[in-house]
């Protein structure tokens, strides 16, 4: 063995077990992929935020249409003010099937 505690080769030996030095930080302190949706709360699809929902408002892709048309269709318009999430029909849905997911975390 050699005296100075070097290799052969003049270079100090590698130690394969000797990994990344760690932080101290919590596991999910850093987000991740894995990791990186927990803790946040998410619109649920019905919601006028969510997948579904925000088609229905008036820069979605079906709201839109009413929009265009305008008049009664508008989301100003007798029939249209209907499905906006605070009218009838759209305050139902947004009422029972909106609001946010229960995330874990």
Known sequence: MNPSGMGSSGKAPQNSHAGAKSTGGKVGAVPTGANAGLG???????????????????????????QSVGGPLSSEGVIGKQFTDKGAIGGTVQDVLGGTKKSSS
């Open 40 to 66: 946040v709360e998410k619109p649920k699809a019905f919601d006028s935020e969510g997948a579904i929902g925000k088609q229905f408002t008036e820069e979605g892709a079906i709201g839109s249409i009413g």
